[in-house]
């Protein structure tokens, strides 16, 4: 072996930390993890027992008679009630009307619940849309859910030495939260389905509801980017428990009784989640991650690692603005994000080289190019015109190559510490998506969207300027709910069972993976690894 060749030695854990102040706490933080996760996934199984069922869609049966909960809604009269078959009423309370609706009589009904009879003609469009569930559903989910776990986890493989905690903890994080969010999302917002039968509520679920989970679970990886190597495995499922819940909180807000349009969820994702996750990094922040700075850097191969999330998430993006799209407003949705996102990557890499000095950030190449796909998200359904998509595209790549460049400097010394920039990625797009949402809605007209226009905006009847303002309360009422929630959540973090990471935890796998048992003696002083001499050891190699 050469001289200039680097050899490794087999280190323990405990040796290469060697002075840590965290030492003495994974003595009792044995077993913790373990037992709280554990505690928290046999929760899962017996909620789903209790509160979980098949859609009609997903069982092939059509109960004839169910009890949808509805906010804000009452049975006044019998008018509220639709027409229904005759075999199918006759265990209603009150009978038969003569047009063939139930009679509902005073008090036969809380004053929150209607009856709801499925007729013949119904139960044929139930059979159509159990049919084409899947081929209209399944391959958007599949796109979707390729971009939750393979595209955010590579994305944030940059960190040298936090790539298995990159790709890993995003795992674990997904997989948890689907099934909170699935939970959270029922019980916030859909109350549930009453069948007689059963005498139960249940929380109906298939393809829409796993899209609509997937979702959820993509503003929890947006939060993560901040925060990413600076908190523990526990604290990022006390955050993701939180977070599931204050997410449908505020769906139910934007959604329900906002009425927003927003495919892309742009509002409900991006915005909040980016807001949410600088809110909590400024909470836990502490000195020790200024210290360890020397590690948040990428080697080259890490580099190619993230790239590659940014290829799948950007390849894919069309089919998240699409997922909550229906009709020809799916179309529009996929077309006008396909040429967003080609404005935005044509546009960073411009402007890189401007900043770079005649060079290419490879962190601008990474996040700005996907910014066009987080920018026209709430907007993705409307009448924008390709060209409206592209001025969309270039405006979000600009922003966020002038974010990396100028406010994620001026965010550290505010000591919001954002890992992965999210603010330029998400939190500064999404952003934008709401504004330019709020000019697209005011600009809708009957003539521009024929019979589309109510597909878009389901308040019938409003004004052009009451639809702008709505789609305005949607995106401040996302900033609020990300800002409040992020707060509440980082005061939790802080209770000290919780393990946050100290000293030279931070940005490390080896303070939790047991496969990162080889170090390069060169690149280790005093126990500590270092960047410089890790430098010089890169340079030795012949190119």
Same mark, same amino acid.
């Given at each position: ?29 044995? @077993?913790?993890?373990? #037992?709280?996760? =554990? /505690? ?8 789903? *027992?209790?509160?979980? !069922? ?113 790709? @890993?903890?995003?795992? #674990?994080?997904? =997989? /948890? ?8 999302? *029922?019980?916030?917002? !859909? ?131 699409? *997922? ?220």
């Amino acid at each position: 072996m050469s001289s200039s060749s680097t050899f490794t030695v087999n280190m323990s854990r405990d040796s290469v930390v060697g002075a840590d102040p965290g030492r003495e706490r994974r003595c009792w933080r044995k @077993g913790k993890f373990t #037992l709280i996760l =554990a /505690f928290l996934q046999c929760s899962f199984i017996v909620l789903f *027992g209790v509160f979980l !069922r098949y859609s009609p869609l997903a069982t092939g049966n059509f109960p004839d008679e169910m009890v949808i909960i509805y906010l804000n809604e009452s049975v006044t009269s019998p008018s509220n009630v639709p027409a229904g078959d005759n075999s199918s009423v006759s265990s209603l309370p009150g009978g038969l009307a003569p047009g063939g609706g139930p009679v509902v009589t005073p008090g036969s009904l809380p004053a929150t619940e209607i009856v709801y009879v499925v007729n013949a003609e119904k139960k044929a469009q139930h059979d159509s849309d159990s049919r084409h569930h899947i081929p209209d559903n399944y391959a958007l989910y599949q796109d979707i859910h390729v971009m939750m776990f393979v595209g955010f986890g590579f994305l944030m493989t940059f960190l040298h030495r936090y790539g298995l905690g990159s790709v @890993g903890f995003n795992f #674990l994080l997904a =997989a /948890f939260c689907i099934q909170w969010a699935t939970l959270t999302d *029922g019980f916030i917002r !859909r109350l549930g389905y009453y069948t007689k039968d059963s005498g139960s509520y249940y929380i109906w679920v298939d393809i829409s509801t796993m899209i609509n989970s997937d979702f959820a679970i993509a503003s929890a990886l947006v939060s993560f980017g901040a925060v990413l190597g600076k908190i523990s495995p526990l604290q990022l499922v006390i955050m993701g428990l939180f977070e599931m819940a204050i997410y449908n909180v505020n769906c139910l807000f934007v959604y329900d009784l906002l009425k927003v349009d927003d495919p892309g969820c742009s509002l409900t994702v991006h915005t909040f989640g980016a807001y949410y996750g600088l809110t909590v990094s400024r909470m836990i922040y502490k000195k020790d991650v200024a210290k360890e700075s020397h590690k948040e850097t990428s080697v080259y191969h890490s580099d190619i690692f993230s790239m590659l999330g940014t290829l799948f998430l950007w390849t894919l993006y069309p089919s998240f603005n699409a *997922g909550t799209a229906v009709d020809e407003g799916r179309i529009r949705a996929i077309v006008n994000t396909y040429f967003s996102l080609t404005a935005s990557c044509v546009t960073a890499f411009a402007l890189t080289n401007l900043v770079s000095k005649d060079k290419f950030n490879m962190v601008h190449v990474q996040n700005s190019t996907i910014a066009g796909g987080v920018a026209v998200g709430t907007c993705a359904e409307m009448m924008i015109q390709p060209w409206g998509a592209l001025l969309i595209g270039s405006v979000a790549g600009t922003l966020s190559v002038l974010g990396f460049t100028y406010m994620t400097p001026l965010l550290k010394k505010l000591n919001i510490h954002d890992t992965c920039g999210i603010h330029n990625l998400h939190g500064m797009p999404g952003v934008t998506a709401g504004l330019g949402s709020v000019i697209a809605a005011g600009v809708a007209t009957d003539w521009r969207y024929g019979d589309s226009l109510y597909k878009v905006f389901t308040v019938v009847g409003r004004p052009r300027n009451v639809l702008a303002g709505i789609q305005a309360a949607g995106l401040f009422t996302s900033l609020f709910m990300g800002i409040v929630g992020g707060i509440i959540t980082g005061i939790v973090l802080l209770v000290p069972i919780w393990d946050q990471p100290r000293g030279n935890e931070h940005f490390d796998d080896l303070q939790f993976w047991t496969s990162v048992d080889e170090i390069p003696e060169e690149k280790l002083i005093d126990g500590h690894y270092n960047l410089a001499q890790s430098k010089q050891s890169i340079q030795q190699y012949p190119a």
